[in-house]
């Protein structure tokens, strides 16, 4: 037996609460916005209810659910939406200089990856901000994992023109 | 920038907290939507039971009036049989004049006359056993 628990064996109330902040992180870093976000966690949710907790673990889950909000966040992106671009959060860092030119950094990183195509930012998400494995985000996106591998290059390198642009 | 500082703030992005008043919005509404849908399966549960309750009638109705059917079926076998019955049973009503009949066969095919029955006894050594053989006489 492993130490993750089966998910039949914990109620829906527990799965929500384990997971809608990864949920709803995904959600926004893809759309660009909290309102869409919010949508979409509370729509991935709902269908999670549907489908029922039949998963043999929490990895199993937690795979599903960004499927769906993946799949979810590029139904919602076809329709021509604003990347709305909100303060980011603080994070306790060492002066407040650093944290000014951090938090300036990450929104304009944040604007940067409003301007990729919609799968490459999910695979930028999935992989760089969640934390996923390549084989991971390939079995959310439905591509292969040299399909991923080149997404995420591709998308790193428009990245870094885009911010290097900028500084000049 | 590097790809490698792109990285790191990437990363960093994946600790920063959700907004609490986002988390709660949905999970409020998660909860609506949850209750709205188990309102709803109550409120089509009792329709969901008629509705079945209904075609087992139906299927019921269809289905009853094959069973009678063999006993209409007989029903006519039955009065046969007692109007066979009643005929042997109950004694000749009408007695006809005898030559009525005749005369209306011999009208339609003439009969031969008829001829006297031939009676052959035959005897055997046993003189408890008597053969008999009986002809028409044709």
């Given at each position: 037996?492993?130490?993750?628990?089966?998910?039949?064996?914990?109620s829906?109330?527990?799965?929500?609460?384990?997971?809608?902040?990864?949920?709803?992180?995904?959600?926004?870093?893809?759309?660009?916005?909290?309102?869409?976000?919010?949508d979409?966690?509370q729509?991935?949710?709902?269908?999670?209810?549907?489908?029922?907790?039949?998963?043999?673990n929490?990895?199993g889950?937690?795979?599903?659910?960004?499927?769906?909000t993946?799949?979810?966040?590029?139904?919602?992106?076809?329709?021509?939406?604003?990347w709305e671009?909100?303060?980011?959060?603080?994070s306790?860092e060492a002066?407040?200089?650093?944290?000014?030119?951090?938090?300036?950094?990450?929104?304009?990183?944040?604007?940067?990856?409003?301007?990729?195509?919609t799968?490459?930012?999910?695979?930028?998400?999935?992989?760089?901000?969640?934390?996923?494995?390549?084989?991971?985000?390939?079995?959310?996106l439905?591509?292969?994992?040299?399909?991923v591998?080149?997404q995420?290059?591709?998308?790193?390198g428009?990245?870094?023109?885009?911010?290097?642009?900028?500084?000049? | 920038?590097?790809?490698?500082?792109?990285?790191e703030?990437l990363?960093?992005?994946?600790?920063?907290?959700v907004?609490?008043?986002?988390?709660?919005r949905?999970?409020v509404?998660?909860?609506?939507?949850?209750?709205?849908r188990?309102?709803?399966?109550?409120?089509?549960?009792p329709?969901?039971?008629?509705?079945?309750?209904?075609?087992?009638?139906?299927?019921?109705?269809?289905?009853?009036p094959?069973?009678?059917a063999?006993?209409q079926?007989?029903?006519?076998?039955?009065?046969?049989?007692?109007s066979?019955?009643?005929?042997v049973?109950?004694?000749?009503?009408?007695?006809?004049?005898?030559?009525?009949r005749?005369?209306?066969?011999?009208?339609?095919?003439?009969?031969?006359?008829?001829?006297d029955?031939?009676?052959?006894?035959?005897?055997?050594?046993?003189?408890?056993?008597v053969i008999?053989?009986?002809g028409?006489?044709g």
């Amino acid at each position: 037996m492993t130490g993750i628990p089966r998910v039949e064996e914990i109620s829906f109330d527990r799965a929500v609460r384990t997971s809608e902040a990864q949920i709803l992180r995904t959600a926004y870093r893809v759309l660009g916005n909290w309102a869409d976000a919010e949508d979409v966690a509370q729509e991935a949710f709902v269908r999670l209810h549907r489908h029922g907790l039949g998963f043999p673990n929490e990895a199993g889950m937690m795979a599903w659910l960004y499927r769906v909000t993946v799949n979810l966040c590029l139904d919602r992106v076809r329709s021509p939406r604003r990347w709305e671009q909100l303060p980011e959060m603080r994070s306790e860092e060492a002066s407040a200089e650093a944290v000014v030119i951090r938090q300036d950094q990450k929104q304009r990183l944040m604007q940067a990856l409003g301007t990729l195509p919609t799968r490459e930012r999910a695979a930028v998400v999935l992989r760089e901000i969640e934390g996923l494995s390549t084989a991971e985000v390939a079995a959310i996106l439905g591509s292969s994992e040299g399909t991923v591998r080149s997404q995420v290059s591709k998308a790193l390198g428009h990245l870094r023109r885009i911010l290097n642009e900028e500084a000049l | 920038m590097t790809e490698d500082r792109i990285r790191e703030l990437l990363r960093e992005m994946h600790d920063e907290p959700v907004p609490a008043d986002s988390l709660a919005r949905v999970r409020v509404s998660v909860g609506e939507r949850m209750q709205r849908r188990s309102h709803a399966r109550w409120i089509w549960l009792p329709w969901s039971i008629a509705a079945v309750a209904v075609a087992i009638v139906c299927v019921g109705m269809v289905l009853l009036p094959r069973k009678p059917a063999p006993v209409q079926k007989a029903g006519p076998a039955v009065v046969r049989e007692q109007s066979i019955a009643r005929e042997v049973m109950s004694p000749p009503k009408v007695v006809k004049p005898a030559g009525y009949r005749r005369a209306n066969k011999l009208s339609v095919k003439p009969s031969p006359p008829p001829a006297d029955p031939v009676l052959i006894r035959i005897e055997t050594p046993d003189p408890d056993v008597v053969i008999l053989l009986v002809g028409d006489g044709g």
